[in-house]
């Protein structure tokens, strides 16, 4: 089964930037990519997916904020956020649309002063 292995987050000041990178263990091109974020005490949410035809999709707290892409070759998958506030704070995940793979360890982005 293709494991997802999650990087790139970090502590930033607000109005910051953060890329992040889902590698995937096996190859993704059939799949639609996902980026989901949970907070503390809070559900996990989708904040922006990419189908494998390249169609993409943002929840409306990041538009204009993220971007989500993939390279396929590399079996990976990138969110470039911009702009970050500290509403922004969670553990981020990479998973297919719908999640169907085990999640991976996320990537911790903290937005704080």
């Known amino acids: 089964q293709v494991q997802l292995v999650d990087s790139g987050g970090g502590l930033v000041q607000p109005g910051g930037s953060l890329r992040l990178s889902c590698a995937a263990s096996g190859s993704i091109f059939a799949y639609g990519m996902g980026w989901y974020r949970q907070a503390p005490g809070k559900q996990r949410e989708l904040v922006a997916g990419i189908a494998g035809h390249g169609r993409i999709n943002y929840a409306d707290f990041v538009k204009g904020r993220f971007t989500i892409s993939r390279d396929n070759s590399k079996n990976t998958v990138y969110l470039q956020m911009n702009s970050l506030k500290p509403e922004d704070t969670a553990v981020y995940y990479c998973?297919?649309?719908?999640?169907?793979?085990?999640w991976g360890q996320g990537t911790q982005v903290t937005v704080s002063s």
């Open positions: 998973n297919t649309l719908p999640a169907i793979l085990p």
